[in-house]
């Protein structure tokens, strides 16, 4: 009878202590880089679809300025991969693989490249592309 009792105590133990676990927060170096990542995936998508104002809300005036007057393609597809992302101070550096294809007149372009996005500001805004800029239209052979 005391062995059907103490399994009962300890079942009962397990049963409220794997209960309500309580919710993780992500920590502030998390949120920073996940932000950074929407950010980069809102200019990569406003810059397929050629979207003006959303490149300017994500951007730096100057970088979305280059980038407009360079939207020359009928239609273009960007991948990124990720590969580090490093955190100094209110710098955000996301170093990543980009491969593209654009779509100009009758031409069918593929390139592809590394990139370091460099971020910054609240909210987080691309301000500088290192690297092979995945966003420089490429001009067709002629």
């Known amino acids: 009878m005391k062995k059907t009792y103490i399994l009962l105590i300890i079942a009962c133990l397990i049963f409220i202590n794997c209960g ?8 502030a170096d998390s949120v920073i880089t996940q932000n950074s990542l929407r950010v980069i ?5 406003a810059y397929q679809e050629k979207d003006g104002p959303v490149l300017l809300e994500n951007m730096s005036p100057e970088l ?9 393609f009928d239609s273009a597809e960007l991948h990124f991969t990720p590969r580090m992302i490093k955190l100094k101070a209110s710098t955000i550096m996301v170093n990543l693989n980009w491969h593209g294809t654009w779509v100009i007149k009758s031409d069918t372009i593929k390139n592809r490249g590394v990139a370091v996005f460099v971020l910054e500001g609240e909210p987080v805004k691309l301000i500088q592309v290192k690297g092979d800029n ?9």
Do not use: C, M, Q, W
């Open 20 to 27: 309500g676990k309580k919710e993780i927060k992500p920590s």
């Open 41 to 45: 995936d809102a200019v990569k998508n």
């Open 64 to 72: 979305s300025a280059d980038i407009t007057n360079r939207l020359i």
């Open 134 to 142: 995945p966003f420089h239209t490429p001009i067709p052979k002629e």
